[in-house]
């Protein structure tokens, strides 16, 4: 297998990343043209902005200062009485990287103990259903066996309606199930297990995009690991095949590049309607 490296990881197209997967799962077609130069995602890059920043201040001060340049004309402010520091949408950063870092709790965990073999932004490959994979994971505590995810989200007890559970969940469950992440850690500790042949135990540290940011450690149950990592098995060789080209991507029909393309040639009843949403 190819070697990954930190400045070669996110510009290689030999493995399949989550993230990656996760847009071919969404639309292939779009997938599939964005790859090839064909349609740009203009989706808000805000929260995954966000997100980062405050992953990489974790990470450590040298990956922080060049996130930071790399994205400063985005996120801080050039004029007024703001002049150099974050812009608004930006500012609750600075909230949630102070509940963590004044958090002995959190220390321990993220950074270890003293002596613990840990490692920051590790990469992992292997393969799935005989398809390439590879990782970056947030922090993996090599000596005692476990790894951390560091996941910001909107709210983390909020209550919200949950569909497929069919009941009103905390909104940390929706953030969840929602983007997959109990696939992304269960792929995560299988492609740990094929690289040093033992089992690592997924956790995710939840910290909310409120003023006061709400934190918590959550584990993952083994039965949704094994769920979220079946249903990545059911469709990673389709995938990988439509990347490759040796099959024809399918449009989803909903997203924007499927609107763009879309020609009124069809008549839907309102029933057709109901019973698409069924």
């Excluded at 490296?5 to 996110?10: A, F, N, P, V």
């Excluded at 077609?29 to 405050?54: C, H, M, Q």
């Excluded at 402010?77 to 002995?104: C, H, P, W």
């Excluded at 060789?237 to 590049?257: F, L, S």
Aim: aromatic share 10%; glycine share 8%.
């Amino acid at each position: 297998m190819k070697k990954l490296t930190q400045e070669s990881y996110y510009e290689d197209k030999d493995y399949l990343s989550n993230s990656r997967f996760k847009q071919y799962k969404q639309c292939q077609a779009r997938a599939f043209a964005i790859d090839s130069g064909k349609w740009a995602d203009n989706r808000d890059e805000t929260p995954l902005i966000l997100g980062n920043y405050v992953h990489t201040y974790f990470e450590s001060p040298e990956a922080h200062a060049k996130f930071v340049e790399e994205n400063k004309t985005v996120m801080i402010s050039s004029r007024g009485a703001t002049k150099g520091e974050l812009k608004k949408g930006f500012q609750v950063a600075k909230y949630m990287i102070d509940a963590l870092e004044n958090d002995d709790g959190f220390d321990r965990l993220y950074n270890g103990f003293t002596g613990d073999d840990v490692q920051k932004e590790m990469i992992v490959f292997g393969e799935i259903e005989g398809v390439p994979v590879k990782g970056k994971l947030d922090s993996v505590n090599l000596s005692r066996g476990y790894f951390a995810d560091l996941k910001t989200m909107k709210s983390i007890y909020a209550e919200e309606w949950n569909v497929e559970l069919r009941k009103r969940v905390p909104a940390a469950v929706n953030n969840i199930l929602g983007f997959g992440y109990h696939g992304q850690l269960g792929l995560y500790r299988e492609l740990l297990k094929q690289m040093t042949g033992d089992e690592f135990r997924p956790l995710i540290v939840a910290v909310s995009k409120e003023e006061v940011p709400d934190k918590e450690v959550l584990t993952i149950d083994e039965e949704w690991l094994v769920t979220g990592l079946e249903e990545l098995k059911e469709d990673i060789v389709e995938t990988w095949e439509v990347i490759q080209g040796i099959r024809k991507p399918k449009a989803c029909g909903r997203c924007d590049y499927c609107r763009s393309h879309k020609k009124l040639n069809v008549v839907f009843s309102l029933n057709d309607l109901i019973v698409a949403f069924d």
